[in-house]
């Protein structure tokens, strides 16, 4: 099935699922823009239409009701994609909208959803540079098992002091950060070493530190 015909297909999914303003959303908002992106962008770049959600709907900071362009849905991956034009996002903002996107998008990635900002005007002449600066990004993430769990909030602020600390951790480096007893911290190494995020390094009898698995990071989830 071609891009024509599969995208049409995908729509009309998307609509039959929706009803009363999210289903309005959905018919203004997937405009040329945002076709474009799927036909230029996406579609070469992964193959298919599915996981990608258009005009997907989250609460802002103030509860009032958000529509991000895409978020791709898979397991417990939520990346948003907002296509940006220099009229609407630059010419005819104000400081206060400005403000106000800059505090929704900092919300919506607490609460989840990574937001990445693509040019219209590079969609238009250069879609290959887009795919080559999303490719990264997404290649690591569709490779990934759909039931793959999120890291707990221990665990990824463990690994973090790991990549800050160049990659080498102590437990009692765990210990000091995140003021947690060492039983704790002997938990939450074991289940990274599980992971295979982090490796024992031996040294003697005993092991005292444990490296970080740099291959087996993604970025996303830390």
């Known amino acids: 099935m071609g891009f024509t015909e ?8 998307h609509l039959a699922s ?23 962008v ?8 599915e996981y990608l959600h258009p005009e997907y709907e989250v609460a802002d900071w103030r509860g009032r009701p958000y529509f991000v362009d895409f978020v791709w849905k898979r397991g417990y991956v939520n990346v948003g994609l907002e296509i940006k034009s220099f009229g609407t996002h630059v010419q005819h903002r104000d400081r206060s909208g400005f403000r106000k996107e800059n ?9 989840g959803v990574e937001v990445l900002s693509v040019s219209y005007d590079e969609i238009v002449e250069n879609p290959s ?31 973090r002091l790991a990549v800050r600390q160049g990659g080498f951790i102590r437990p009692v480096d765990v210990m ?13 190494i074991q289940s990274l070493c599980e ?14 530190k444990y490296e970080l698995n740099w291959s087996e990071m993604d970025s996303w989830r830390i």
């Open 129 to 159: 540079l887009v795919m080559s600066l999303l490719q990264p990004i997404f290649a690591p993430l569709m490779h990934r098992k759909e039931s793959e769990k999120p890291f707990t909030r221990n665990e990824r602020d463990t690994l």
């Open 195 to 208: 992971q295979g995020k982090l490796s024992p390094v031996n040294n003697g009898a005993r092991t005292t």
């Open 42 to 49: 996406w579609w070469p770049l992964v193959g298919t239409l």
């Open 176 to 188: 000091n950060e995140l003021e947690l007893g060492r039983k704790s911290v002997v938990l939450i």
């Open 6 to 13: 599969e995208h049409e297909r995908w729509l009309q999914q």
């Open 18 to 40: 929706r009803t009363g303003e999210r289903k309005d959303r959905l018919k203004r908002g997937h405009a040329h823009g945002e076709r474009l992106f799927c036909e230029k």
């Open 103 to 111: 505090n929704r998008e900092l919300y919506i990635r607490g609460r």
